[in-house]
Every structure is written in structure tokens, then in C-alpha cells.
């Protein structure tokens, strides 16, 4: 089972960006499946999360009504569409898939994860 985000880049303050998570061994749809990130010298933090099977949703407080995560189960993928981004939101950004319907925002309820991609956001 592997998940690969990609989509990350470098990008102005303002500016828009999507990252994507693709799965090979596992579907997605029956999976919660969260968006994470890690600047650096500080902790990896829960930034959004689709529940399984339906389309629930979750934010971090600080990218509520800027950040959409969604899924398209045709193509096994979730999108996290990044709008109005900031430089505080500049970090390597991961992707993971759990079971656990108790924890929705901790990492160590995820079992499987991608690889990370990059944000870099200036001003």
C-alpha cells in the first residue's frame, strides 16, 4: 500500500495550489484520509480530513474557509485545494489514510502515509 502526494510548489502570497493523494493498494473511499503539515522546527499538524465512505470534513482552524479537501473515488484520489495561501502556510504537506472513527486530526491514528510534498509560500 502506497500513497504519493504531489502538486506542491512555490507560489506567491495569494496564490492558489492543489495537491492531490493517490493510493495504489488501497481505496481511498473506504478510508478516512487526512491532510497533515510540517514546517520546519516544529511538529507535524493536522490541517484537514474526509471522512470514509462519505464526504464529512474537517478543518484546522487555521485554514477553515481557505482550504477544500475532497475526493474523486473514480479516480482513488483526495484533493486538498489550497486558496488565498500564506506564508505561515509554507511547509511539507502529507497525506495518510486510517480506519479510526475515535481520532480524526491525531497522526498516530493514521497507519499509512505518502511521502510529503513541498508548499513554499512567499511574500
Known amino acids: 500500500v502506497q500513497l504519493q502526494a504531489s502538486g506542491g510548489g512555490l507560489v506567491q502570497a495569494g496564490d492558489s495550489l492543489r495537491l492531490s493523494c493517490t493510493a495504489s493498494?488501497?481505496?481511498?473511499?473506504?478510508?478516512?484520509v487526512g491532510w497533515f503539515r510540517q514546517a520546519p522546527g516544529k511538529e507535524r499538524e493536522f490541517v484537514a480530513v474526509?471522512?470514509?465512505?462519505?464526504?464529512?470534513?474537517q478543518y484546522a482552524d487555521s485554514v477553515k474557509g481557505r482550504f477544500t479537501i475532497s475526493r474523486d473515488n473514480t479516480k482513488n484520489t483526495v484533493y486538498l485545494q489550497m486558496n488565498k495561501l500564506k506564508p505561515e502556510d509554507t511547509a511539507v504537506y502529507y497525506c495518510?489514510?486510517?480506519?479510526?472513527?475515535?481520532?480524526?486530526?491525531?497522526?498516530?491514528?493514521?497507519?499509512?502515509w505518502g511521502q510529503g510534498t513541498q508548499v513554499t509560500v512567499s511574500s
Open positions: 495518510a489514510s486510517g480506519v479510526g472513527t475515535d481520532d480524526f486530526t491525531g497522526p498516530t491514528s493514521y497507519d499509512i
Open positions: 493498494g488501497r481505496t481511498l473511499s473506504w478510508y478516512k
Open positions: 474526509i471522512r470514509r465512505y462519505g464526504s464529512s470534513t
